[in-house]
């Protein structure tokens, strides 16, 4: 199978999977259910769900089992998505080529959508007869609650607020970014490789030292598409870290450096692939998928 | 041990379980977890936390499950609270006698702080040694999730919102607080059963009927309250929702039969409570406790 058959099986694998997962809108409240398959259905990259299920490919998972694992990561990741965007933080009207949350609906709406996504993962996670057995169930809740909260995602968007306008040195914007994405993007590797047989500690920190780079090489691309890619092709407003005067890469290091910094990214990131020989092949050509955005 | 003596131990162990699973002011990012413990600590009825532990007596639950639960129970009540109170939903600046957080704070904060505490209590329930088994964690993480999300929690605040000055009938009524607050109250009581020796389903029945009654006397208890006592005996704004225009069982039923409906829940939850013979008495006295608040 090629890459790109992969992909594409993975992805419509993951859109079913999603639908599943979310309320219907014969469910009341039925607007509120709405909203939520507004924010979440037909639009984003969903590259944690791929980043979920390459991993799996190490651990002999369960379609079933990886699948509510990805789904929870793309609601919680679907949940910061909305809250972010709402007045009281970026502000922003535009997100996967659609008016966001609280613009198509109202803020009240937008934050009840971002709330009950969150619940919403965890009730993925432990459903009954969702393919993961009862400690996997447990280990996934941990390591998302963890990566999704105060030291991990949230706590990330609360340093990012406090930066702005500040100037950053490169450690503090890597620490910001550590929480802010990278937390998340290393719940989905480890959660794809925990939703089959138990990895080893070695093979854990292997993919600890694949999502850190990929995490931060994710990150190094968003900063040079804001001011390389225009609005239309990144389905968000573009250029607005430097209208809201944050710091990013490109900023602190320069749009070259930053270009090398993903590329040696990429290698990193490859290089930590090494215990799994060929049954790395889909997550390195993830890693690859990120960073050849720039280049 | 008289039912105040319980009581004030059991608010004790409550309130040094939730010191402890709270990330402290030294753990980056301070200000958040600043916030965080400025929402939880030192206030609060801990309504929830006390159901929890009243039911945990049914199945001999060790001391650090039922803890565990109650926090977790506690921390997705406060975060319901701190979003519930922000300008783009009730907009209200007094709770717990305290300022709110985004009064305390800034908006921005208060929408981290709640999403954060989310996450904390899908972390407590399933942090290492929390005495919780891996099926207990995955059992009490499903209840809680349920309970908080689309068709719980988050989705009667908007049937709430969507009701604001339109007339409700009494069982609309019913659907949005079995909603709204019902769900999380029932969940208490489930998960502190949970938390300990497998409960049989008809005992969980039994719990839910129970739960029931207290859930819907709570919410009339609390309806009463917004027009008969002061703000400062209820810690928060009253008055609120007749200024609101929001529909409530004062308004619905009269400020009389409400009283009478409050006593006749408070009946059916000791009824409920049968099969369980002097194992119940804790979670009769709460049901007392909280009928009597109007008496």
Not at 12 to 36: C, K, S
Not at 89 to 101: E, H, I, N, S
Not at 238 to 261: C, H
Request: some cysteine.
């Amino acid at each position: 199978m090629t890459f790109e058959q992969w992909m594409r099986g993975t992805l419509d694998r993951v859109e079913t999977a999603l639908e599943h997962y979310l309320p219907g809108t014969n469910v009341a409240p039925a607007r509120l259910h709405e909203a939520m398959r507004y924010a979440v259905l037909g639009g984003g990259k969903r590259v944690r769900p791929l980043l979920c299920h390459a991993a799996g490919e190490l651990t002999n998972t369960g379609a079933s089992a990886v699948e509510a694992a990805s789904c929870a990561l793309e609601m919680m990741h679907v949940y910061s998505l909305v809250h972010d965007d709402m007045p009281c933080m970026d502000d922003d009207a535009l997100r996967r080529g659609k008016p966001t949350v609280h613009i198509q609906y109202d803020d009240a709406t937008a934050l009840l959508v971002g709330d009950a996504l969150q619940s919403q993962a965890f009730v993925a996670l432990t459903a009954d007869g969702n393919g993961l057995k009862d400690a996997q169930q447990a280990a996934l809740t941990r390591e998302l609650a963890l990566a999704s909260g105060s030291v991990g995602m949230a706590g990330g968007q609360a340093i990012d607020l406090e930066s702005v306008g500040r100037k950053l040195s490169r450690p503090e914007l890597e620490t910001m970014h550590r929480n802010k994405t990278g937390a998340l993007l290393r719940a989905a590797v480890r959660m794809g490789a925990l939703a089959g047989d138990k990895p080893s500690a070695d093979n854990l920190a292997a993919l600890d030292q694949y999502a850190a780079a990929v995490g931060l090489a994710f990150q190094v691309v968003d900063d040079i598409l804001d001011v390389t890619a225009d609005s239309a092709r990144l389905g968000k407003t573009a250029g607005k870290d430097a209208q809201n005067d944050k710091p990013t890469y490109v900023s602190i290091i320069g749009l070259e450096a930053s270009r090398e910094l993903a590329v040696q990214l990429g290698r990193d990131a490859h290089a930590a692939l090494a215990p799994f020989g060929a049954r790395g092949q889909r997550l390195a050509e993830l890693a690859d998928l990120i960073v050849n955005q720039v280049n």
